[in-house]
């Protein structure tokens, strides 16, 4: 671990890319994650989306040292795989593109991604490398009040390979939304994934390509 480790158990500022700050007590550290205790919860944020952090200026008293983990028990050194394997079938908020969060459950990690069951979107693929933060629920909670008999659920009955781009040639001729679904040019029908390279048809016909490194988050209607 680097210098950085002396941070631990200090009250820091975290900013993230889109110049985003976030303020808490640093409470794990690994090569490729940070966990950030906020006073309420507890937030994991990969390294990839770290610009900065230090040491507040402004402390604020509100926010205590937790006495425990929502899910981080027993799991050694902190890596990101390793964060998200052990937050499967955990209730949690996840960012990944705009200002809306997605709240649902990691139910596989891949080499590339993890499948995410969203009660509003149903299974999600999410690109470990788009992934801003994960913040787990208290344990047990459900999602929506929808009734404990509905979750946790097991939603792979579709099966899913290792790599985001062969997942989506195995989808090909499906209407697909990427990241959200924010801009048009990005909700069509899935025509081809190849060469890191992804092919829709939109809703006026137009032919488009999209860099698949750039692809945060899909799903399908």
């Known amino acids: 671990m680097s210098d950085a480790g002396a941070l631990l158990g200090k009250q820091i500022d975290v900013q993230l890319s889109g110049k985003r700050t976030f303020k808490g007590i640093l ?4 090569m490729d994650i940070l966990v950030l205790y906020n006073g309420k919860r507890f937030l994991y944020f990969p390294m990839l ?7 507040s200026k402004e402390i ?11 899910m981080m028990e027993d799991m050694g050194s902190i890596s990101y795989r390793k964060t998200l394997m ?3 079938g955990v209730y949690s908020e996840i960012h990944v593109a705009g200002h809306i969060p997605l709240h649902g459950y990691i139910t596989n990690v891949f080499n590339d991604y993890f499948a995410f069951y969203s009660p509003v979107y ?3 693929y999410i690109s470990l490398h788009h992934l801003k933060w994960l913040s787990p629920y208290a ?3 459900i999602p929506y ?3 404990k008999e509905c979750f946790p659920v097991n939603p792979s009955v579709v099966p899913m390979v ?5 997942q989506l040639k195995k989808n090909a001729g499906k209407l697909v939304v990427l990241d959200g679904g924010e801009d048009p040019m990005k909700i069509g029908v899935l025509k081809t994934a190849a060469n890191n390279l992804v092919e829709l048809s939109t809703a006026s016909g137009e032919q488009v390509f999209l860099k698949l490194a750039h692809i945060k988050s899909v799903y399908m209607p």
């Open 145 to 147: 009040s929808l009734g």
């Open 60 to 70: 604020d008293s509100e926010i205590v040292y937790p006495s425990d983990s929502p």
């Open 139 to 141: 344990q047990h909670a």
């Open 162 to 166: 290792r790599s985001l781009e062969e």
């Open 27 to 30: 409470t794990d550290l690994g």
């Open 122 to 124: 149903k299974t999600m």
């Open 49 to 55: 989306q770290v610009h900065r952090l230090n040491l």
């Open 86 to 88: 052990n937050a499967k």
